[in-house]
């Protein structure tokens, strides 16, 4: 335990923490702007209805990068946790690679949730199902910035407090 504390008090000193935090608010500010100028609130759909049923149908309807982005979160987490153990300065650097690893693995997810949810909008009919399918968009918008405010207000306070 003594040595996660030290660890804890090396990362609020070092430099580079902060700018990991910073770029991590950033990321979060562009979620929360995309969401504020979501295009299906305004009406300004750039695909037809039919190309985003063919989309919907798709047997895979993810990126092949999503998979290679997934595994470097995963790994980027695993050599964080074992970074953790380390007494110098590759303790700090193994928080912070925790910290970006689990950014990605729970960010990732609700982005490509977000994508699908806007295709399922535009294939909507009019009427209640857009209506019902726009709520789930807001709420799956919603989600994502819980996350990633959350996750950046919690590195702040280890920062600050340490």
Known sequence: ???????LIRVGSDPMAWAVLGLMAMVGGISLWRYM???LTKA??????EEAR????????YPASYFLIMV???GLAVMG?????KTDKEGTVGFLLLA??????????????????ELRVVAADDGEP?????????????RLMSYELSLVALFFAVLVLF
């Open 44 to 49: 300004n759909v750039p695909l037809s209805a």
């Open 130 to 142: 857009r209506t019902i399918m726009a709520l789930e968009l807001r709420k799956t918008h919603r």
């Open 72 to 74: 470097a979160g995963i």
């Open 37 to 39: 100028r979501c295009p």
């Open 81 to 85: 946790l074992f970074g953790l153990a």
């Open 1 to 7: 335990m003594n040595t996660f504390l030290d660890v």
């Open 100 to 117: 970006v690893g689990l950014y990605v693995i729970l960010t990732l997810p609700v982005r490509l949730q977000i994508k699908d949810a």
């Open 54 to 61: 063919k989309r919907l149908n798709r047997k895979t309807s």
